[in-house]
């Protein structure tokens, strides 16, 4: 990814509104990058909405949630961020939000299960934390970044959720996709007992579903979406 600072403060300001476009992020939650090889975050300030937010709402703190550049304070939650970044090398991008179907399935002890074909690599191994408090300091982002582990999906019971990955591309693709295999999992339980994909068929389907180029497809189709519905309006292309 283009590690130019204007660049990637646009990037996370569309992807803010991209998620808030397509129902995944409400008036909290934060998306941050870590810039490679240093220990500084971008991410957006506590009080930026999340629907009009512009370059000039994403603020520049280091691991220790010192702002360093920026016209108003991280959000209380930057926990979340320097606790993943100090654990996971691997991870660059980091999105806190509260979608509503994982958060649905962890209140009624529903573990996730892959269901359908491009959300088949989530399932019932993925880590559940169990304090649903705002993850406002340093002891407790520790605790949940370990937590965490070496997954990719978090789920905060009662609260929210933690997706990360390399880049915001991938971060967005991850966030879709879970959230709309909860949803199916939630709807298909209604009907009665639910099969979920399982040993060489879920395999194959999790290894040719999830490319790389997916980050780029579903980015690029969720920009061109809320660009043409206006959620972009008054940032460059
Ligand atoms: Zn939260």
Known sequence: MNTNIADIKLELAKG???????GLLDMNGHLSYRLPGTDHVLINSRRASRAAVTTDDI????LGGELIEGRSEAPSEYHIHTAVYRHRPDVNC???????????LGIARQPMQPVFSIGSFVGPEL???????????REIGEEMAEALGRFDVLTVRHHGAVI??????EVFARAVFVEENCKKQYYAALLGPIQPLTGEN???TRETNWKPIIGKKVWDYHEQKARMDGDLDGLPA
């Open 16 to 22: 803010i509104r991209m998620l808030v476009a397509a």
């Open 59 to 62: 603020v520049l703190i280091d």
């Open 94 to 104: 980091v999105l806190h939000h509260h979608p509503h179907w994982q958060t649905v």
């Open 127 to 137: 880590p559940v934390y169990e304090t649903s408090s705002l993850i406002n300091t």
């Open 164 to 169: 990360v990955g390399a880049d915001p591309q």
């Open 202 to 204: 879920l395999e194959r």
